[in-house]
Nanobody, 119 residues
Framework: VQLQASGGGLVQPGGSLRVSCAAPGRTFSNYAAGWFRQAPGKEREFVAA????????IYADSVKGRFTISRDNAKKMVYLQMNSLKPEDTAVYYC?????????????WGQGTQVTVSS
């Protein structure tokens, strides 16, 4: 499964941004998809995940109520809508895919996209 993240950038605190992940492979619709992030000097952490059928997404407590993960299997895309952004959301964001719907141990990863929240 090939994954290509995009859409990062600089946004002010309180602002919104949507990052996208393209998965051009034929089997993407069979995989769960997740977003992770890694801030400078910190370990990579789970942000959100969505099952292949798109229902019941799960979120890290730190982003719950602010971020929304979604997917469009026909377009082979996964999105992360980020609202009410905080400086502590600054990180490189990675998309990932795996046959299992879970918070860890994803097998397929895309390159990251930088999100910077700063005034």
């Amino acid at each position: 499964v090939q994954l290509q993240a995009s859409g990062g950038g600089l946004v002010q605190p309180g602002g919104s941004l949507r990052v996208s992940c393209a998965a051009p492979g034929r089997t993407f619709s069979n995989y769960a998809a997740g977003w992770f992030r890694q801030a400078p000097g910190k370990e990579r952490e789970f942000v959100a995940a969505i099952a292949w059928y798109g229902h019941s997404p799960i979120y890290a407590d730190s982003v719950k109520g602010r971020f929304t993960i979604s997917r469009d299997n026909a377009k082979k895309m996964v999105y992360l809508q980020m609202n009410s952004l905080k400086p502590e959301d600054t990180a490189v964001y990675y998309c990932a895919a795996d046959p299992q719907f879970r918070r860890t141990l994803y097998n397929y990863w895309g390159q990251g996209t930088q999100v910077t929240v700063s005034s």
